[in-house]
């Protein structure tokens, strides 16, 4: 008996069946879950935190995009119009990624040095911006070839052949 045709999804789910959704979502969360284990290592403490946090070591929205441009192409190749929509989406989200998101992390860092200045002379609201926004190029090359790598073996999977 086929595991994979063996049941049938309610009207409306028939997303979970979709390899490139699962390809997308396994990059994200093997690149989250890949920043919580080098924290732990580094630390030797658990901080759940990481596993929805923005910026580090690998970018997750590349891993996200990289499963889900390689899945895309995979089942409906690189010549259609739906593979460009994902190309065009997975390059706005890298770029962003490495770019605006950055700069503005590196701004929040800037402004926090300037509070902690002003709340040593004065007493301020001690509220920091979040630092950790955006990837440098090469957190965001990994990002995508983890996304890559977890696409390929989702699509290796008997049920997507």
């Known amino acids: 008996m086929d595991f994979c045709n063996s049941f049938t999804l309610p009207i409306g789910l028939g997303w979970l069946a979709n390899p490139s959704f699962w390809s997308a ?3 994200w969360v093997m690149a989250q879950l890949t920043k919580m284990i080098s924290f732990y290592t580094r630390t030797g403490k658990i901080n759940l935190g990481y596993f929805v946090s923005t910026g580090g070591m690998p970018s997750a929205h590349s891993a996200l995009c990289g499963g889900l441009i ?3 192409g995979i089942r409906v190749g690189t010549e259609t119009p739906v593979f460009a929509l994902a190309l065009a989406f ?4 890298m770029f962003d990624a490495q770019s605006v998101r950055r700069a503005a992390g590196m701004q929040a860092r800037i402004l926090n040095q300037m509070l902690e200045e002003l709340f040593t002379e004065r007493k301020f609201s001690e509220n920091k911006l979040a630092e950790l926004l955006g990837h440098t190029p090469l957190e965001v090359f990994l990002g995508m070839l983890m ?5 390929l073996i989702v699509h290796s999977l ?4």
Do not use: E
Request: glycine share 10%.
């Open 147 to 151: 996304g890559i790598f977890v696409a």
């Open 158 to 161: 008997p049920c997507w052949n």
């Open 25 to 27: 979502f396994l990059g």
């Open 90 to 93: 997975v390059m706005i989200v």
């Open 70 to 72: 390689t899945s895309i």
